[in-house]
């Protein structure tokens, strides 16, 4: 709200048709204003074109996090899928701090193992605190339930809630498309 005030202010004193105020004997003061209001609005806003908005060490963050191994047991059929619907899953912003919530759907054809669900459950639950963005969520997710349950295929679908008015949802599958 103060940045759309102040950026309405900034527009208010850039209108070069504006008269010069009672008492002004040119418009230097006007100008002065102007560059003041221009470099409060600067300040507050983060999008400076000078400074990087995400740099690399936010794009890997969580990444690097140890998770836990996901248990396993001896599939008894084939040809069948499971799926796996976390509907509270959260996360925080690496960038921001903020909490993120979700809904994480895991889809898969077990080959020779199938994922322990309280296994699984506990996996998910280390990223309650971990700042890790939600594409490397869905990726991660992705990369581990491979890495443990070997599948014939695997899909890992978040669905993001709204921040900023803008809800996200990706999907990661493997194999990998080339």
């Known amino acids: ?75 008894q059929f084939p040809g069948y899928e499971i799926v796996v619907d976390d509907p509270e899953f959260t996360s925080v912003c690496p960038k921001t701090g903020l909490p993120d919530f979700g809904a994480l759907k895991i889809q898969y054809m077990p080959d020779k193992d199938c994922l322990e669900l309280k296994s699984l459950k506990e996996y998910l639950q280390c990223y309650r605190n971990l700042g890790i963005f939600q594409e490397n969520v869905v990726n991660q997710v992705l990369q581990d339930v491979v890495k443990w349950a070997k599948p014939v295929w695997a899909e890992v679908r978040g669905e993001f809630r709204p921040r900023g008015g803008i809800s996200t949802t990706i999907v990661a599958r493997w194999p990998r498309p080339k």
């Open 1 to 75: 709200m103060v940045l759309g005030l102040m950026l309405a202010e900034v527009l208010r004193l850039h209108k070069s048709h504006e008269p010069t105020a009672p008492g002004e004997p040119d418009g230097r003061f006007r100008q002065r204003r102007r560059k003041l209001c221009l470099g409060e609005y600067c300040r507050y806003n983060r999008s400076m074109p000078n400074s990087p908005r995400y740099t690399p060490e936010h794009a890997a963050a969580g990444l690097d996090y140890k998770f836990p191994e996901i248990e396993t047991w001896p599939n």
